[in-house]
């Protein structure tokens, strides 16, 4: 068996901050859950799974709510306005229109792609071009 040598386990909580051991452990059972027998509804003892299931697609509530909850006069009011908007335009329609020509002249490539060679550094540019130019070789 080959020996690993390891990095310095990180303070933390989850898989990769557990020992090796443990990690293999779980990584053995290959996903499989670490429960045994039924959870939650099917847990339940029959009287009360079919005192839930009695209640069917029921709401929890009897009286109306939201707009059928309304006054006739709140409810016209918003029926008036149709579907308009409560708000003022925002985002990039409310930008001033030469903010707008720069963004549209960008045509969708993102800033935060720190994969595209233009946002690389200028190590990993000359790696990227070297491996690309011995793979066409």
Do not use: W
Not at 24 to 49: L, N, S, T, W, Y
Not at 55 to 75: C, L, N, Y
Not at 77 to 92: E, Q, S, V, W, Y
């Amino acid at each position: 068996m080959a020996t690993h040598i390891h990095a310095p386990k990180k303070e933390g909580r989850g898989f990769a901050v557990m020992d090796a051991a443990k990690q293999r452990e779980i990584a053995r059972k290959g996903g499989q859950a670490p429960h045994q027998g039924p959870r939650g509804f099917a847990a339940m003892d029959e009287v009360k799974q079919r005192e839930i299931a009695s209640k069917g697609g029921r709401a929890p509530h009897e009286e109306p709510r939201g707009f059928a909850a309304m006054d006739e006069d709140p409810q016209r009011n918003i029926a008036r306005k149709g579907g308009r908007a409560p708000h003022t335009i925002r985002g990039f329609q409310a930008m001033d229109p030469a903010k707008q020509r720069e963004i549209a002249r960008k045509g969708g490539s993102a800033s935060h792609h720190t994969t595209s060679p233009r946002n690389l550094d200028m190590h990993t540019a000359e790696a990227l071009a070297s491996i690309t130019e011995d793979n066409e070789q």
